[in-house]
């Protein structure tokens, strides 16, 4: 637009001056302005529009009684109904008093003097007063919602995170701090580049994340949004949930906090279960391997000739006081070789495995 006027201002010099409008496109507070009287354009434009129908009322009543009034040596014609239509729009809304200073003053003894009166009174009460006021009202209100948006969105984001939308009171409370958490966990710009990043690279060498985030984004669905979780608030004492379940910027897969939660205490509960099993199996196995050195003690034992003598065997495992069985022992001489073999096998069992032979 501004290079065809640019164009135009070589013919027309001063159509230069509309390219001093270009500023309206620069200044935020400017953009509110003309923002509060063309985002109720059509509110505003019904009440324009009956403003003229009411205008035109009047001046069919001042062209058929009252044209005689007008001046028209002051420019205040109404020779027709269109240049009374004209000249009370024209000279009307301009005029403080409305229509009663266009017109001469009646004289207090004249048959329409009544009439002027009502006509000059109303025409002052609806159009300038309340017509008028109706139009004001509608663009101050605008306006000032405008305003209120704007510090609303302002005040959001100085005390909000713009990605999860936690309040900036929770990580100076809870976490590293609001600024560690907007320039480390959830950058803005990080994300932007990451979308752009989707946008740019080809779809077939997409990772498993970026395919998932792409397909989410095909749909307008923003579920992938760590929206309330935190990595440095995942133990937060009200379960918030942390962002194990979402999606940090390439790092994770979408999800809901309370699943994440419920995850994380699955698998600790696991870990426990796994390392209690393991403990109890190693148990089990010095039970075994202690059983099966008795059972052998026991079996060499028995093995040997009555007249040999009764011993006892005694437990000298670490435990307190040991166990006694009564049973026969070796005795140094009178022994065969069969038998001899039969107790040294015992007696290594023995060893090895706590118990003795008294």
């Known amino acids: 637009m501004m290079v065809i006027l640019s164009a135009l201002g070589v013919v027309y010099p001063s159509l230069y001056a509309v390219h001093l409008l270009d500023y309206l496109y620069r200044d935020e507070v400017l953009q509110g302005v003309v923002s509060s009287v063309t985002l109720n354009w059509s509110s ?22 009252f044209r005689n009034s007008f001046d028209a040596e ?28 266009l017109l001469t003053v009646p004289v ?55 990605v999860c939308s936690i309040p900036a009171s929770e990580f100076q409370r809870e976490g590293k701090g609001f600024d560690y958490h907007i320039r480390r966990e959830h950058n803005l710009w990080h ?26 984004l095909t749909r307008k669905d923003l579920s992938f949004f760590p929206i309330g979780r935190a990595m440095s608030l995942k133990n937060r004492s009200d379960g918030a949930g942390s962002e194990a379940g979402g999606i940090s910027v390439g790092a994770g897969a979408a999800g809901g906090g309370d699943a ?3 995850l ?30 008795v059972s052998l003690s026991a079996s060499a034992l028995a ?9 006892r065997v005694v437990w000298s495992g670490g435990g307190g006081g040991g166990a006694r069985a009564d049973g026969p022992h070796p005795v140094s001489g009178g022994m065969t070789g069969e038998a001899s073999r039969a107790a040294a096998a015992a007696a290594g069992a023995d060893q090895s495995s706590g118990w003795r032979m008294q």
């Not at 040997?304 to 009764?310: I, R, T, V, Y």
């Open 44 to 65: 505003l434009s019904k009440t324009v529009l009956l403003g003229v129908i009411i205008i035109y009322v009047y001046s069919m009543v001042g062209f058929v009684y």
């Open 74 to 101: 002051q420019g205040l014609y109404c020779e027709s109904l269109l240049e009374c239509f004209i000249t009370i729009l024209s000279y009307g809304l301009r005029a403080g008093g409305g229509i009663g200073e």
């Open 108 to 162: 207090p003894d004249g048959e329409s003097y009544a009439a002027r009166i009502v006509l000059d009174l109303s025409f002052f009460l609806i159009v300038i007063v309340f017509l008028l006021n109706v139009i004001f009202g509608i663009i101050f209100d605008t306006f000032g919602q405008l305003r209120e948006e704007r510090k609303d969105i302002s005040d959001d984001l100085r005390n909000n995170c713009f």
């Open 191 to 216: 994300y932007l580049f990451f979308l752009v990043h989707l946008e740019l690279k080809d779809t077939t060498e997409f990772t498993s994340h970026e395919s998932y985030v792409h397909e989410l």
């Open 260 to 262: 994440g939660e419920r």
């Open 264 to 293: 994380r205490r699955l698998e600790e509960r696991v870990g426990a279960l796994t390392a209690a099993l393991v403990r109890q199996g190693a148990e089990r196995a010095e039970l075994i391997g202690e059983l099966r050195a």
């Open 303 to 311: 093995s040997l000739p009555p007249s040999q003598g009764a011993g």
